[in-house]
């Protein structure tokens, strides 16, 4: 059973035109993450949560936001899209790492992604 | 800020025969690294991983090694097999972030 679901797996957008990606999690992982991923590129981080804590990558443009009203679910919004928002968005959880802890293995699991197109 | 590196996108090799794939680092706070192995339309799935404690680490065929001094790692199959062929990633970690960055990824391509 899928552990990571995102929805939806391909969505088309107009240019400027609101949309929202939606992920969500059976396994009660605290870190939930946003990555961006164009063609033959690296992922790219976008925000993380840890819990309710928001992590803004300091790249991220304005017009990334991201809700996580519990611990189930995590929200992308684009405000308004442009063309080079057109990409593939990965969603991932983890356990936690919490600073003075012994290390833990915190692989992420992961979505199968949602891939925006902008029109 | 490239935090991540995978310098080859690809790579192809013959069945039977090993595949290293190599992932270097800039950020000294990094202490936990992953790879993960992507097939098209799916999502990443782990693979394999190291903390910076070790040197090394094995798992039947896949074998990972960190040398931290050169802040490097590499990923090890052997035998590859034709149903290894995919995207490995590199990622990273460090102990006071729960952040976790990717490189570029390496597509490996393994021959009958």
């Known amino acids: 059973d899928a552990m990571v679901i995102q929805n939806p797996r391909y969505q088309v957008t107009q240019f400027g035109k609101p949309v929202t990606l939606s992920c969500s999690q059976t396994?009660?992982?605290?870190?939930m993450y946003w990555y961006q991923q164009k063609s033959s590129q690296a992922p790219k981080l976008l925000f993380h949560?840890?819990?309710?804590?928001?992590?803004n990558e300091a790249d991220t443009p304005d017009n990334f936001q991201s809700r996580r009203p519990n611990t189930s679910f995590c929200f992308l919004d684009i405000r308004s899209p442009g063309l080079g928002d057109a990409a593939m968005y990965l969603c991932?959880?983890?356990?936690?790492?919490?600073?003075?802890?012994?290390?833990?293995?915190?692989?992420?699991?992961f979505g199968q992604g949602t891939r925006l197109t902008v029109v | 800020d490239q935090q991540v590196k995978q310098n080859s996108p690809s790579l192809s090799v013959q069945e039977g025969r090993i595949s290293i794939l190599n992932c270097d680092y800039t950020?000294?706070?990094?202490?936990?690294f992953l790879w993960y192995k992507k097939y098209p339309a799916e999502g990443p799935t782990f693979l394999i991983s190291?903390?910076?404690?070790?040197d090394k680490n094995e798992d039947g065929r896949f074998t990972v090694f960190l040398n931290k001094s050169a802040k490097h790692l590499s990923l090890h199959i052997v035998p590859s097999q034709p149903g290894d062929s995919a995207v490995y990633f590199c990622?990273?970690?460090?102990?006071?972030?729960?952040?976790?960055?990717f490189g570029a990824g390496t597509r490996l391509t393994v021959k009958p």
């Open positions: 991932a959880t983890s356990r936690a790492r919490a600073p003075g802890q012994a290390l833990v293995e915190t692989e992420a699991f």
């Open positions: 396994l009660n992982h605290n870190v």
């Open positions: 949560y840890y819990d309710k804590d928001f992590n």
């Open positions: 950020n000294s706070m990094f202490d936990y």
């Open positions: 190291i903390s910076s404690i070790k």
């Open positions: 990622a990273a970690t460090s102990y006071n972030n729960n952040d976790m960055r």
